[in-house]
């Protein structure tokens, strides 16, 4: 097989089953915490409270890009679809005339928030390596498929547009208006798993410090808040038609 066929077909295979990243990153973080040293946030609560607070915001731009991409699309693209790629139109304004996979883009920041929570060094470092080889194959066969799709099209967007570095230069506006609706439908889910990765990350970390599991009133408080919204959306979307829209996915 040759080589950009094997690429394309890894691809086509890691696309799959990308929304297993993190459960795999829950995973790798318990080593992680475990073994890392602590020691200089036992007196110093206000250095723990600034690093969480970079780390969070970290994590909120990643949402928010993903936000801009999902809330200014229509129907026919970014779909939620896991078995194969899909698209019936493509997006070239907005964001995508900034980068041509805001999506993952969003979903590093996401994540390396939630990693560098874990105050790893080695470990962001190596996070961002995985994230660049797993998805370098997603985004060669998405392309290879757009580029069979469209042809002539997606070659000459794509000539101009970065893959994963923004750049603003050739940045035009959309015609599509941001839609608040499809952001609560969709993206209620990943916000939650972020939310329960910092948690879980806190209780790691309160073991390795202190040698006994510590569930903070905070803590519980947030994750029932996060768990109830993320519930009371879910029943919005499946079971009622406050949030469906025509236009969009």
């Not at 794509?158 to 599509?176: A, M």
């Not at 959306?233 to 499946?238: A, D, M, P, V």
Request: charged letters at 20%.
């Amino acid at each position: 097989m040759a080589l950009i066929h094997s690429l394309e077909k890894n691809g086509n295979f890691l696309f799959k089953y990308r929304g297993q990243i993190p459960i795999l990153l829950f995973l790798c973080s318990i080593p992680v915490v475990l073994s890392t040293d602590y020691h200089f946030l036992r007196f110093n609560s206000k250095l723990e409270l600034i690093l969480l607070i970079c780390c969070v915001l970290i994590s909120f731009l990643g949402q928010s890009i993903r936000a801009i991409a999902i809330g200014t699309s229509n129907k026919h693209t970014s779909g939620r679809n896991t078995k194969e790629q899909v698209a019936e139109a493509l997006n070239t304004k907005g964001i995508y005339s900034t980068v041509r996979h805001p999506l993952y883009l969003g979903n590093y920041f996401m994540w390396l928030g939630i990693v560098l929570y874990t105050f790893s060094f080695w470990f962001a470092i190596a996070f961002s390596l995985f994230f660049w080889i797993y998805y370098e194959r997603i985004m060669f066969a998405e392309e290879r498929f757009l580029e069979r799709k469209f042809g002539d099209d997606y070659l000459n967007w794509s000539l101009k547009i970065p893959p994963f570095i923004p750049s603003f230069k050739n940045y035009e506006k959309t015609n599509i208006p941001f839609s608040m609706k499809t952001i609560l439908r969709r993206e209620y889910s990943g916000v939650t798993a972020t939310i329960i990765g910092f948690l879980f990350v806190a209780v790691l970390r309160n073991w390795n410090i202190n040698q006994t599991f510590i569930f903070e009133t905070k803590h519980i408080l947030i994750l029932i808040v996060a768990l109830l919204i993320s519930l009371f959306l879910r029943s919005l979307k499946h079971y009622t038609k406050l949030l469906h829209e025509e236009d969009r996915s």
